[in-house]
């Protein structure tokens, strides 16, 4: 079955510190991938997606993403936490198909320490 | 102007209550979805329609039913409502279904609360 895995329910990183949020996919046909930020009592909003063009994708609020086939993986990085990147973050993947469905990862809440 | 714009924002009702949720979409999008967000956070596929067809119809009790009346709107209507109904609804809308690179639009969600 198609499915979206992040890894660690919950990242706590310090302020000015790399963010690394991990997701990896289970397919062997490359998706369309997305990362989704939700931040408390918001709906969802699009930080980036990765539509085979480019495999290194940067995305709003300095967050990027690359894509690996081989890892069937798409990772999200940030180079330095700021304190408002505190939010819960949604890998998601939609496969080729008439629906546009898109399959989303548990999520990952993202502390960020002062 | 609110893209997805979903009314209410919070619902508190009883058991046994029948219930609706609004979606409208002014963004032109053809395709518009329901997510249900459980209390793990876990966001699962309800239902989506395409320019008013409904194309998916994912494993829902049959006391929820979907009504589209035209291609921006997007109505969730919810019988004998129970108290694992309880959750954050989310509409949201996307262009063509066929061009899935370009993602979705979410409304803000709207908590519903059976007591």
């Known amino acids: 079955a198609q499915s979206v895995t992040q890894l660690g329910s919950h990242v706590s990183v310090s302020e000015g510190a790399l963010v690394l949020l991990r997701c990896n996919y289970s397919?062997?046909?490359?998706?369309?991938l997305f990362w989704y930020v939700q931040y408390p009592n918001q709906g969802l909003q699009l930080l980036l997606k990765y539509t085979s063009a480019a495999t290194l994708v940067k995305g709003i609020n300095g967050f990027e993403a690359e894509f690996k086939k081989s890892e069937t993986s798409f990772h999200l990085t940030k180079p330095s936490a700021h304190m408002s990147d505190a939010a819960e973050y949604f890998c998601?993947?939609?496969?080729?198909?008439?629906?546009?469905?898109?399959?989303f990862g548990q999520g990952t809440t993202l502390q960020v320490k002062p | 102007d609110t893209a997805v714009s979903q009314t209410p924002k919070y619902l508190v009702t009883q058991m046994g209550n029948d219930k609706s949720i609004k979606c409208e979409q002014n963004l032109g999008h053809d395709t518009m979805y329901w997510y249900k967000q459980d209390s793990k956070k876990f966001l699962k596929i309800m239902f989506s329609y395409n320019n008013k067809e409904l194309i998916i119809n994912e494993t829902v009790p049959n006391r929820f039913s979907p009504k589209s009346p035209d291609k921006a709107h997007l109505n969730l209507h919810i019988n004998s409502l129970e108290l694992g109904d309880s959750a954050v609804y989310f509409c949201?809308?996307?262009?063509?279904?066929?061009?899935?690179?370009?993602?979705?639009?979410f409304g803000s969600g709207t908590r519903l609360t059976v007591v």
């Open positions: 397919s062997s046909v490359p998706p369309y």
């Open positions: 949201a809308s996307s262009q063509d279904p066929a061009r899935t690179n370009y993602g979705y639009t």
């Open positions: 998601a993947v939609s496969y080729s198909s008439n629906t546009g469905k898109l399959i």
